[in-house]
T-cell receptor, first 112, second 114 residues
């Protein structure tokens, strides 16, 4: 089983739609969680951290369910500029320091 | 403030050639990382460093060596390139154990080994 699993997509949605991405992780000792965004042929950039209580940043809402080891990202009122690959990232503290494990990403295409 | 920079941006090597990728950060970060990204595989950690003069192996270290002689620089070496090392290489840095844990990435190096 992969440490971090995501549906690769692509998700093709019309502008203005609401879309949700899911991610599961296998290590119950993982401590912190993130969503990164990666545009085509560019570097990943942090979109938002994910907190146990759930958190919102404008049109984006992230949720964490530790019991089910499940993370989600909801995008409301999708824009063309939201088209990208969204990476689920899990941080685990090991003897060697922080270890980030990346999912393979979910591709989103927002269309007119 | 340039953030994380990588040199070169593109490179084509023949099998058996060697090269060094340079990563530099100006954010005074303690931790630095080298990843490779291949289609369908996600980002995989090659080597990392938790401070000047220290390095450690990641998930896929074979065929690579690293050095961190200065806090701001992290070098990735390929001694004898192989076609399996064709990939996009990203360097990243972060503050360290005390957090925050956001990793800042460089723009990547696209390497092709023929």
């Amino acid at each position: 089983r992969k440490e971090v699993e995501q549906d690769p997509g692509p998700f093709n949605v019309p502008e203005g739609a609401t879309v949700a991405f899911n991610c599961t992780y296998s290590n119950s000792a993982s401590q912190s969680f993130f969503w990164y965004r990666q545009d085509c042929r560019k570097e990943p950039k942090l979109l938002m951290s994910v907190y146990s209580s759930g958190n919102e940043d404008g049109r984006f809402t992230a949720q964490l369910n530790r019991a089910s080891q499940y993370i989600s990202l909801l995008i409301r009122d999708s824009k063309l500029s939201d088209s990208a690959t969204y990476l689920c990232v899990v941080n685990t503290l090991t003897g060697g320091g922080n270890k980030l494990t990346f999912g393979t990403g979910t591709q989103l295409k927002v269309e007119l | 403030n340039a953030g994380v920079t990588q040199t070169p941006k593109f490179r084509v090597l023949k099998t058996g050639q060697s090269m060094t990728l340079l990563c530099a950060q100006d954010m005074n970060h303690e931790y630095m990382y080298w990843y490779r990204q291949d289609p369908g595989m996600g980002l995989r950690l090659i080597h990392y460093s938790v401070g000047e003069g220290t390095t450690a192996k990641g998930e896929v270290p074979d065929g690579y060596n690293v050095s961190r002689l200065k806090k701001q620089n992290f070098l990735l070496g390929l001694e004898s390139a192989a076609p399996s090392q064709t990939s996009v290489y990203f360097c990243a840095s972060t503050y360290g154990l005390s957090g925050p844990y956001e990793q800042y990435f460089g723009p990547g190096t696209r390497l092709t080994v023929t």
